[in-house]
């Protein structure tokens, strides 16, 4: 069965961290690039990092420069690390896994985990 588990979700107050994990099973992780996605009350959902095999990634705009993503093949997990948090980053955050892109359309997505951002 193939699961995607996204935890580490939580509430902080602005300017703080807080660190996502995506743990993976059931499909080969190496073969598949890990996204990031976010989505925030009313709002569309947006991509937020993607991470592939060989550790190339790519970062959106509003998140480049404070949050880091990260894979660790030997526990098929990947993590998210989010610093200088904003209000605005406040959402709904999931994980997916899609083979050789990482267009949003995914193959595989987990459920969810809540990152709220106080003023």
């Known amino acids: 069965e193939v699961q995607l588990q996204a935890s580490g979700g939580g509430l902080v107050q602005a300017g703080g961290s807080l660190r996502l994990s995506c743990a993976a099973s059931?499909?080969?992780?190496?073969?598949?690039?890990i996204g990031w996605f976010r989505q925030a009350p009313g709002k569309e959902r947006e991509g937020v990092s993607c991470i592939n095999s060989a550790g190339t990634t790519y970062y959106s705009e509003p998140v480049k420069g404070r949050f880091t993503t990260s894979r660790d093949s030997a526990k098929n997990t990947v993590y998210l690390q989010m610093n200088s948090l904003k209000p605005e980053d406040t959402a709904v955050y999931y994980c997916s896994a899609e083979r050789f892109l990482c267009s949003g359309a995914g193959d595989y997505w987990g459920k969810g985990t809540l990152v709220t951002v106080s003023s």
């Open positions: 059931g499909f080969t992780f190496d073969d598949y690039v």
